[in-house]
């Protein structure tokens, strides 16, 4: 277990965890992610629930559901089932049961049946059904990351954001079978104005390893500037350390020309990537395979579409791949972000 003067090095509240009080300005909305994959099982689930802006006591859960192989399974619900330590939409509940430690998800519903390659040329159209349900917990396996200056207006018209490592544990049920889940989570908690117009790209990545290391990448790309972040945790008893950003994978920049970019990240050119990071130990190197994908178009201010709508040129391709990692000789797993507008994409055969 993680010392608690090392879990909460930004000085976070601990009701900042929780859903915030709802502010009445433009755009104003809330969000929370939450994803887990276990490597060996080849199952795992991510959700993005968001209040809706027009309505902020609406919550929307957009839900993909990670099968072995190609296959996923998809679903978006809304509803006004929020509740004081998480929010809900639907059949999908998330609870804060230890604030910076411990997150209960769980869905029980259904979902439609797709796949990978499917999803990454069109949206989700109307189809038949599957019954799913996930119990999942997410335990803190690094610290709680946040910019200092999240914490003092987090819960008023300023941008809050934080996020977790986490070593994720629980379960599946599909098919009539039960199926035993072990592997690595991440979670991230945002509130203020949102807009999704100004994005250009990003690749925003989470890694965990058996002996305790973990490790964050972030590079987001924005009309007028660029966000770049990088940390490691090593599980030994010493801080959260901050890292320079050496190598990463393909981020699009501002000129990045019409259809340069294959919409399927796990594409033959980008299936592999290295991210290279600079720490007071030197120079560390981590390797990565991506496993599966999903995506999810954006179009501004907020809204999100099940899949990739590659005749709008205007929306940004989301995609979440859970990944095997290599560093220094050890075996881990992740979950890798990319974004890129939809103009920049071409759909794979």
Not at 30 to 58: K, M, N, Q, S, W
Not at 274 to 295: D, T, W
Request: net charge negative.
């Amino acid at each position: 277990m993680i010392a608690d003067n090392l879990v909460n090095p930004f000085n976070h509240l601990q009701e900042l965890e929780l859903p915030h009080e709802i502010v009445v300005m433009e755009n104003w909305t809330e969000h929370y992610f939450f994803a887990g994959y276990d490597i060996e099982a080849g199952f795992g689930a991510c959700v993005h629930v968001g209040r809706l802006p027009a309505d902020p006591t609406i919550w929307r859960a957009v839900i993909q559901i990670y099968l072995p192989g190609e296959k996923l399974l998809v679903a978006k619900y809304h509803g006004r089932d929020g509740h004081a330590r998480g929010p809900g939409a639907g059949p999908f509940k998330a609870s804060c049961i230890d604030p910076f430690r411990l997150w209960a998800v769980e869905f029980d519903g259904a979902a439609f049946s797709t796949t990978r390659q499917e999803i990454m040329r069109e949206v989700l159209r109307d189809g038949p059904a599957e019954p799913v349900k996930f119990h999942m917990l997410l335990e803190a396996a690094g610290p709680i990351f946040g910019r200092t200056d999240d914490h003092g207006e987090g819960r008023s018209s300023s941008t809050f954001h934080s996020e977790q490592i986490c070593r994720m544990r629980g379960h599946i049920v599909y098919q009539g079978k039960r199926i035993e889940l072990s592997g690595t989570g991440v979670r991230d908690h945002s509130s203020g104005p949102r807009d999704y117009g100004p994005v250009i790209g990003d690749i925003w990545f989470h890694g965990c390893f058996p002996s305790g290391k973990i490790v964050q990448t972030q590079v987001v790309r924005f009309e007028s500037f660029e966000i770049k972040t990088a940390y490691i945790f090593r599980g030994d008893g010493t801080p959260l350390e901050m890292v320079e950003i050496i190598e990463h994978p393909h981020v699009n920049s501002r000129d990045a020309g019409p259809q340069s970019l294959a919409a399927d990240p796990l594409s033959e050119a980008a299936r592999n990537f290295k991210i290279v990071l600079k720490s007071r130990q030197g120079i560390e190197v981590i390797e990565g395979e991506l496993q599966h994908s999903h995506a999810i178009t954006y179009f501004a201010p907020v809204e999100e579409f099940l899949g990739t709508d590659l005749t709008r040129p205007d929306g940004i391709q989301m995609c979440e791949a859970p990944v095997k990692l290599r560093w220094n000789g050890e075996n881990g797993s992740g979950i890798r972000e990319r974004v890129a507008r939809t103009g920049t994409l071409f759909a794979c055969s």
